[in-house]
């Protein structure tokens, strides 16, 4: 006999998917209107920023040790100096001339605009538009300590 699953695994995902939308809009709610960075990092979430990395992982690990690929090992980058969380990756004078740490601000400009925190990085990544996005993302570089 044949059992096709279809019928119930379709609909369990797609309210697994409506879940997780309606808790970044019952977030962003939380939020308040236009939020203040404070208010984001609030409600922002790790697990959500973990699911957005897969955006980001392509070009960086983030488990410690593991080596560059075409961007640097984020392990531990926030509150690291900007362009040095990697001691073996060659970062362009670009980044390098920006100086000082990442501080959830300065990630917050780089991840909206990479070329426009440091025109002519190598970073081919046109950024997230979404500040809650940036926020949960933010978030999840924090806990990778
Ligand atoms: C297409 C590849 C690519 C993608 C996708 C990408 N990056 Fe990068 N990233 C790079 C490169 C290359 C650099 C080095 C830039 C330079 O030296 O100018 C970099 C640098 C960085 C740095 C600076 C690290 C340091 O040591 O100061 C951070 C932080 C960063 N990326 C975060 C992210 C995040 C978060 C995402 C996803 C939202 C992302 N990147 C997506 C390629 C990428």
Redesign the pocket.
């Known amino acids: 006999m044949t059992f096709n699953r279809a019928p119930i695994v379709l609909p369990i995902l797609i309210l697994a998917a409506a879940c997780s939308r309606d808790d970044k809009e019952a977030r962003r709610r939380a939020a308040g209107p236009s939020p203040s960075p404070a208010a984001l990092a609030a409600v922002a979430s790790a697990s959500a920023g973990q699911a957005?990395?897969a955006?980001?992982a392509?070009?960086?690990p983030v488990r410690a040790g593991a080596p560059d690929r075409?961007?640097?090992n984020?392990h531990g980058?926030m509150g690291?100096r900007?362009?040095?969380?990697?001691a073996r990756?060659g970062?362009?004078a670009?980044?390098q001339r920006v100086g000082g740490r990442?501080t959830p601000a300065r990630?917050d400009a780089?991840?909206t605009d990479p070329q426009r925190f440091?025109p002519g990085?190598?970073?081919?990544?046109p950024g997230?538009a979404d500040p809650l996005d940036r926020a949960d993302?933010i978030a999840y570089?924090k806990v990778q300590r």
């Open positions: 957005l990395f955006r980001c392509a070009c960086h075409n961007g640097p984020l980058v690291q900007i362009a040095q969380n990697s990756f970062y362009t670009a980044l990442w990630m780089w991840l440091a990085t190598s970073m081919g990544f997230l993302v570089l």
